[in-house]
């Protein structure tokens, strides 16, 4: 299947979080607690995806009150974290959600990221992914880990579908103090 086909069937985005969401490193408070930054870009992209239709889910190896804060801001439809085996959640989600594995996207960096990405109908590793990652994926976006790579596979797919140009009018069209249909407010 060529990669344009594979791109307009996504209908729900698992995204791993540390190197894809974030630039890989993990930063902890002085009680040992670990904290992310994620781009404003990619909380964009969560708002683009959900006015188009899209589902999404955060799935990570870690966890931390700062995964989950980021997933209920942004209103994913579900956060699991410390998971060793993410092709198993994957089927558990596309089951749950009724969403079949050949239309869900996997969007990851490492070795952890490989169970789930052999089974799901597109694999996206980012620009900086390990190089087994890059060889299981079927597209490689330009955008290393923390710099917006969400937002360029949401864009690729909505562009491939014609949809582009309404989703994003769409978010520039909220009112002021409206919050955004990821919750919360985004750039």
């Not at 630039?23 to 708002?47: I, M, Q």
Request: contains cysteine; hydrophobic residues 45%.
């Amino acid at each position: 299947m060529d990669l344009e086909t594979r791109l307009r069937r996504v209908q729900f985005i698992v995204c791993d979080v540390d190197g894809v969401l974030t630039d890989g490193l993990l930063f902890f408070d002085g009680e040992g607690r670990p904290f992310r930054a994620v781009h404003a870009r990619d909380a964009a992209a969560f708002t683009v995806w959900r006015a188009s239709g899209g589902k999404i889910a955060l799935v990570t190896g870690m966890g931390s009150a700062a995964v989950e804060a980021v997933a209920k801001l942004w209103q994913c439809e579900d956060c699991v974290t410390w998971v060793k085996d993410k092709g198993r959640v994957c089927r558990e989600l596309s089951e749950q959600h009724g969403v079949p594995l050949e239309e869900m996207a996997f969007l990851g960096d490492d070795l952890i990221d490989l169970t789930a990405m052999r089974i799901v109908g597109l694999a996206v590793a980012v620009a900086d992914a390990a190089s087994e990652a890059k060889a299981e994926a079927h597209w490689v976006t330009t955008a290393p880990g923390g710099r917006g790579p969400l937002r360029e596979l949401v864009y690729r797919i909505l562009s491939v579908r014609g949809e582009l140009e309404s989703a994003v009018a769409q978010y520039c069209n909220r009112k002021d103090g409206e919050p955004a249909a990821a919750g919360g407010e985004t750039p």
